[in-house]
């Protein structure tokens, strides 16, 4: 490679190399190239003239940059002095690929973000052999930056959407103590909000402060069974449809019966008892999720208790019920019946878990007019929940709402970060 072509090799535009050598620096070997600029700017900061000639300089500026094949490249740039012929003004050529008096160039700063986003800042400063603190305030530059365009983006993304459903759930910080609120476009599978709580009036709060949520026009909003998120959506989205989410309705009749299961277990011989709740996994799971071994041992299980029988087969219903209702009419009358035939078991634990059903039966059965769940939301909070580990349930909010947002935003945020990195 000719010596002219380094600086295109390094993706170092306006400069001329013009020397290469290597030093030692312990056990530790670093590549030295030594630039100068090709052409220099021709405005002055002070007046905008155009007069500008070159005045000497002031010796070498060191910028570390990218490893080549795994040596550490360390930039000898040359810090050009300039004179504005109009106003008698100096100053210092500035290289397109570093910011103002920095010791790094904008892409070693990349590279170190980009390997510390999904994993973590001591990563970051391993891999490329920076000291921690150095490579935390790296990252914490970045994600501060990157964050709240990330946001707008996904707010905008979700202004735009011609059948905007949205998704909200909590998340916890410290599980019984601390909660926030996410709000997901489940369309555009972005998080574009974050409420500090999870109370109505926390709630109402938050849309005051963001008007930008609070115009959003969404036809549908998947939720818990939550009273104080319901009562937040019909006084913000009054036209949307409120559908419970699936997976929350069916803890409910399985909450029934696995309380079933314990109180059958009471009256079991020993060994019989040990069986069943061992068997427990099998009697939640979905029987078509089943192998052969396991519907044989679910036969088993089944045949200890009618009342067991009785509420699994209610559970097998109500999952076909929400895959295989044809239309809203349909999906109706199914789930009427299927009310009725729980009720006449008479088995209290299916009675009581039925009043849930029975209160809430409009917002379940919305699911068949827009058959959302909030799977993609409770993965987010999965996310959430392994960012909170990796950073050690970070203290500083504004951070950590960032550190959210870039993490359940990954497609826009990368998207981003290299349209601002290039």
Not at 23 to 29: N, P
Not at 65 to 78: D, P
Not at 327 to 349: D, V
Not at 408 to 415: I, P
Request: proline share 2%; glycine share 6%; hydrophobic share 35%.
């Amino acid at each position: 490679m000719q010596i002219q072509d380094i600086g295109n090799f390094l993706g170092l535009q306006g400069v001329r190399v013009k020397s290469v050598r290597s030093e030692e620096q312990g056990e530790r070997k670093e590549a030295v190239i030594e630039i100068e600029p090709s052409k220099i700017k021709k405005t002055c900061p002070c007046c905008g003239s155009e007069e500008i000639i070159r005045n000497g300089c002031d010796g070498n500026r060191r910028i570390k940059h990218l490893r080549i094949a795994g040596t550490q490249c360390i930039l000898e740039a040359l810090r050009q002095r300039l004179l504005c012929k109009n106003c008698g003004a100096t100053h210092t050529h500035e290289y397109d690929f570093v910011d103002g008096k920095e010791r790094y160039t904008r892409a070693y700063k990349a590279q170190i973000y980009q390997i510390s986003v999904g994993s973590t800042v001591q990563h970051g400063a391993e891999v490329t052999e920076e000291a921690y603190s150095t490579a935390e305030r790296f990252f914490r530059e970045a994600a501060m930056r990157i964050a709240p365009l990330t946001l707008a983006a996904a707010v905008e993304k979700a202004q735009q959407s011609t059948k905007l459903i949205l998704g909200i759930d909590d998340f916890a910080i410290r599980k019984g103590h601390n909660y926030n609120t996410g709000i997901h476009d489940l369309r555009g599978e972005n998080l574009i909000g974050i409420v500090k709580g999870r109370t109505l009036e926390e709630l109402r709060e938050y849309m005051k402060a963001t008007p930008e949520l609070a115009e959003l026009k969404p036809f549908a909003i998947v939720m818990d069974l939550a009273q104080g998120y319901h009562t937040f959506a019909a006084e913000f989205y009054p036209n949307a449809i409120r559908v419970a989410d699936r997976f929350h309705v069916n803890r409910y009749i399985l909450d029934a019966l696995n309380e079933v299961r314990r109180r059958v277990c009471k009256e079991l011989a020993k060994d019989d008892a040990v069986r069943l709740k061992r068997g427990r996994h099998i009697l939640n799971k979905r029987k078509e999720d089943l192998g052969v071994e396991q519907l044989s041992e679910l036969e088993q299980l089944l045949k200890l208790s009618p009342d067991l029988k009785a509420v699994h087969e209610l559970k097998e219903q109500l999952i076909e019920w929400y895959d295989c209702s044809s239309c809203y009419n349909a999906a109706k009358e199914t789930y009427l019946r299927w009310l009725s035939l729980g009720l006449s078991f008479n088995i209290p634990e299916v009675t009581q878990a039925l009043k849930t059903f029975e209160n809430w039966k409009t917002e379940i059965l919305n699911y068949h007019l827009c058959p959302f769940t909030n799977g993609i939301v409770e993965g987010k909070n999965a996310k959430i929940k392994a960012l909170q580990r990796r950073h050690f349930f970070l203290r500083n909010r504004s951070f950590y709402e960032a550190l959210i947002i870039i993490e359940c935003n990954k497609e826009l945020s990368r998207t981003l970060f290299h349209h601002m990195s290039s």
